[in-house]
């Protein structure tokens, strides 16, 4: 049953609040019974895609006279992009039955559903009801209750060694990794195909840095995680990445190799002196030409799903989870709902893995858990699917969530000056992505005042910006910024030029020279000046102020010390040349950081400290891993950690060993052809 509030019910905003006719404000609303098709009015209905999509429709007595979409929760350049197409589509057909957008399935899907409920409720199929303002806001717990699902309604059972629900980055380790051992394992996932892997994927002892001769002290490695934490961490799952990752990373290596992509690993700067060490655990594939000779582009997702599929593993896509199914204490299963919209359980005989991506795309549960984090972003990255379903579904199973809960920001999200932070704007998609965000440039607050060392991680300056006017920050640079961009020495996804072994940047600096930073400024999220007065006006703050920041800084550059703050010689770059440049900064969500805990065999734990059998968790459902922030200073912390816990996950639960601290690993070391020559040639 469909229900509004009476506030919009006499707003006449919500689904059935046009042309009906109540018997009391409080009681059923009719629809007018005149002989039309429709009652004429507006209605709207929402529907899940990769967030939430809105769908308003306009009727006459016969026809569909307009149709609005809300797709601003979508994916920018894909789900966003195909709101024109899918309007025109339902207003030709006069139906939700219309064809899906190329490369917008998942929003397709969920405009049709939603449309279909707009049509339903014009023609009188759907009783409204209003509610009261109170049971409005109670009905906003981001928990709720588990479902109840009747068992005359499930109509098939699957029984499976291994049960993985989220086919993502942990997911498909994990797949791949059972089906090596010859267990039957079945993946689930929500959308069409399956979300992708990270690309920067951290670890220690790997080959490829043995090769170069990157060194990492482990239990020094151990300590700062632990520090970043506060010590709200399990220092055992850290171990176990540490003794685990580097192995791991070397078998992606092979399955990589097997289709001809070499693996890039991030080296560290060997003359680089800086306050806030940082470690070259990164490694990520060169995709760039990557065809396997068929013309279709490879990917993460691809390579292993392939892998996998070639050893028995089954994927079931357009399939959602519904809840966990719990006999006699022990976790057996889910049930689920697939593609046709029927129910179906899955029995898992050795487990059932949870790894849904965490709840970064969940406002009410972010506000409820890190209120603090959602006062300082702008937009949102995460992966699909991180509504936060896998840990309501443990916690419906009786599991126990981190008492710390945190998100990884980075402070890449460029706002116009008259926008405000802040889920809204996070949700509306009209922000703008500052790459070059990252980098050690002046940055000041709204005062026009330096206020922090640039030169730290990326979170340190966004959860600086809590003490700052609106939330925000401003970064400053000038016409030699491609040449700073380079003694900057940065790493990780922020490095803008190629590592010192060749390997490449996320994307450099030659593409936002080119494209990314003229974008910005046509768009009204970068402006440039010919003086730092204009700039200052131009963003909205106090000339004088600035124009005596920029100059007290310059003197600090010019002297090679940085005697306010601290900041690095090699990263202490004037702000003195024309044309000028600025923006006004706040953060760009990745993922959130807490979740359900586990054990060092991922299993995980209950309320009272005592292991849930048969239920085991990755991820970013899982937690005791981080807290307060993401130590992005070892790139790659998180989707290392995923992948790594995904495999042992997969060898464990099939049987090949008795703990993930038991598991070998023994990569084959695979050559991809032509790599050791352009390595070379680099």
Known sequence: ????????????????????????????????????????????AQAQGIGTVTVTMTFDETSITDVVLDVSEETANIG???????????????????????????????????????????????????????????????????????????????????????????????????????AKVIGIDRFPTGVGIRDDLGAIDSRYQKEWGTKIDKLEYVTMATAYAAGHIKQDLVKLWADKSGG????????????????????????????????????????????????????????????????????????????????????????????????????????????????????????????????????????????????????????????????MIFDRCALRPDQETGPETAKSGDTGFFWMGSQPWLKINADGKRFFNESGTYEGIIHADEYNKGHVHYTLFDSNWTKYAGQ??????????????????????????????????????????????????????????????????NELCYAGEDTDYGKEPHRLTPVDTAPFYGCKNTGFILCTLDGINIDTNMRAIDTEGNVIPGLYVNGNDSGGYFANTYPNLSTGMACGRTVTFGYLLGKTLSGAAENASDVEIIPENIPVAGAEEEATTE
């Open 1 to 44: 049953m469909k229900k509004i509030s009476r506030r919009d019910f006499l707003k006449g905003a919500l689904a059935g609040s046009a042309t009906v006719a109540a018997s009391s404000l409080m009681g059923s609303v009719v629809f007018a019974d005149d002989g039309a098709v429709y009652t004429p009015g507006t209605y709207t």
């Open 80 to 182: 966003q992009a195909a709101a024109e197409d899918l309007k025109a589509a339902l207003m030709a057909a006069q139906s939700g039955e219309i064809d899906a957008v190329a490369g917008a399935t998942v929003t397709s899907d969920a405009v049709r559903k939603a449309a279909a409920s707009c049509i339903a409720q014009a023609k009188g199929e759907i009783e409204v009801q209003v509610i009261t303002e109170k049971e409005e806001e109670e009905d906003g717990d981001w928990l709720g209750t588990e479902p109840e699902i009747d068992e005359a309604d499930i109509t098939q059972t699957i029984e499976t060694d291994i049960l993985v629900i989220g086919c993502g980055t942990g997911g498909m380790f994990t797949m791949a990794s059972a089906a090596e051992e010859g």
């Open 248 to 407: 791991v990373i070397d078998w992606y290596g092979d399955r990589l190799a097997e289709r001809g992509v070499q693996l890039w690993h991030e080296s560290g700067d060997s003359d680089d002196e800086v306050r806030y060490k940082h470690y070259a655990t990164g490694h990520s594939p060169r995709w760039a030409g990557s065809d396997d000779g068929t013309g279709e582009v490879l990917n993460g997702n691809k390579v292993l799903y392939d892998y996998a599929t070639s050893l028995g593993a089954e994927f079931h896509y357009s399939t959602t989870m519904i809840k966990l199914v719990k006999e006699d204490g022990k976790v057996t299963g889910c049930i689920a709902k697939n593609g046709n919209d029927e129910y179906v359980k899955y029995v898992a005989n050795k487990g059932t893995v949870v790894c849904t991506g965490g709840y970064s795309l969940n406002y009410p549960m972010m506000e409820a858990m890190q209120p603090w984090n959602l006062r300082v972003i702008g937009m949102n990255g995460s992966e699909p699917g991180a509504f936060g379903d896998g840990i309501k579904a443990c916690l419906w199973a009786g599991a126990k969530m981190d008492e710390t809960h945190c998100l």
């Open 488 to 553: 900057f020495k940065m790493h990780g996804c922020s490095r803008l030029v190629p590592f010192e072994n060749g390997a490449d940047p996320n994307i450099p600096y030659q593409a936002i020279e080119g494209g990314m930073l003229p974008g910005l400024i046509e768009a009204g999220f970068v402006f440039q000046a010919d003086t730092i007065e204009e700039l200052a006006e131009k963003l909205g703050l106090p000339a004088d102020e600035v124009k005596a920041t920029v100059d007290h800084y």
